[in-house]
C-alpha cells in the first residue's frame, strides 16, 4: 500500500479485514517488544495483508488480561513497565494453562522462559494450545529441544500450524528460510555461531584483551548476557538450539544428549593470541554434521568471523551452494522480526484452527 486514497472500484474488490485473535504467554522481554512492535506496524499489518492482529489475553506468572474484545496494547505495556500490570482493568487471577483453553484465540505465542530438561512451562501450554485447536508461536527453545516430533505431530493431528522462527538465530530467518524457499535443496550441513553471549565475550577477549571474566561481567552490564550465563558459556544454549536444526531442517531425530559439547570456559587469552599470530580467531561452533558444539579455529576472512553479538549460520546444500546468514540473534525488537514472520505466515495460511 501507497497511502493513498483508493478508488470505489478498489474498494469494492477490498477483501474484507480478518481479524487473528492472539493470546501471549509470558510478557517480559521478548512478551514486550512483540506487543511493542504490533502497536507499531498494526496499521502496516492491515493494509499490507488485511489482517487485524488483536490481543486477547496477555499471561504472566501470577494472572492474564483478558479482554475479548481486545486488550489495549499501549496502556498493558505502560503498566507494565510501572510494574503496576495488576492495576489494569482487565487483569484476572487466571492462569495460562486456564487462559489458553478457555479464551477464544487464533494463535497462542508462547514466549516463556524454560527449563531444557523439562520443556516446561511451555510444553505444557504448547500441548493446552493445540489441544484447543489454537496454532502456536514461539521464541521458547525447551519444548523443542525436548519434544519437538511429538509437537509436530500432535499440531498435524489438530490441524493447527507451529511456527519456532525465533528460537534460533532471533532475527535470522533460517527456518522459514529453508521451509519456503528451498523445497528442492537437500540439506548437507548446517553449523554456525549461534549463541550472541559466548561470541560477544570471544570478541572481547580477541579484540582487547579482556579476560573471560571481565568480558563477561560487560555482558551482563550492557543486559546482552542473562544474570546465569552458565548455558551461555558452557555450549547448551547452542546445542539446544543445533537439536532445533538438527530435527527442523534436517530431520534427524536427535535430542540433546547427542551433542558432544564443549563451551569456552578454558579459552585463554594466551590460545587467542597464538590464533591470532596464525591469522585465525576461535569462535564457539555448532555443528549439526558432527553433532558438535566445540571452539574452533575461524579464519579472519572466514564468514563465520563475525564480531559482538551477531550470529552466522551457514547452509551447505546440493542445488543452493552454501548459504550464509549473519544477524542478531537476540534482542526484542530483532526476535520480534521473526514471531511476526510466524504469525503472518500462520495467517495467511489459514491455519488458525477456527
Ligand atoms: N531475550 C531474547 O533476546 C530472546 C531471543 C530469542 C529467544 N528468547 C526466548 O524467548 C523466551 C522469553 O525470553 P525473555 O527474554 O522474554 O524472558 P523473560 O524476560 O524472563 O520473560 C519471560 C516472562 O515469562 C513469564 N513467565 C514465566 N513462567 C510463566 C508462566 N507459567 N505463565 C506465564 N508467564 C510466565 C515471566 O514471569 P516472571 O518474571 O514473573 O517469572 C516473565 O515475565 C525464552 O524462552 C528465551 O529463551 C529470548
Redesign the pocket.
Known sequence: MRGEKLSPAEVAVKPKMKTVKLIV?????????VLEVLSEKRRLVRERYGFDLQVSAV????GSLINHQGVNVDSALRLAAAKKLRDHPDWKQK??LEVIREVDADIVLE????NIRTGE??LG?IRAAFESGKSVV?????PLAKSFYELKALAEKKRVLFGYE??VG?AIPIINLYRDNLGINVVRSIYGILNGTSNFILTKMFEEDLSLATALKEAQELGIAETDPAYDIDGTDTAVKLVILANSIMDRHVSLEDVSVTGIEDITLESLELAKKHGFAIKLVGDVGSMEVSPRLVHLSHPLNVSGTLNAIMLDTDVAGTLTLVGH????I??ASSIFSDILNIAKAGGCGK
Do not use: M, Q, W, Y
Open positions: 504467554v509470558g510478557f517480559g522481554t521478548i512478551g514486550r517488544g499471561c504472566e506468572i501470577d492462569k495460562s514466549l516463556t522462559p524454560g512451562p511451555g501450554h514461539t521464541s521458547n527453545k525447551s525465533a528460537t532471533g540473534g537476540a534482542g526484542k530483532e526476535t
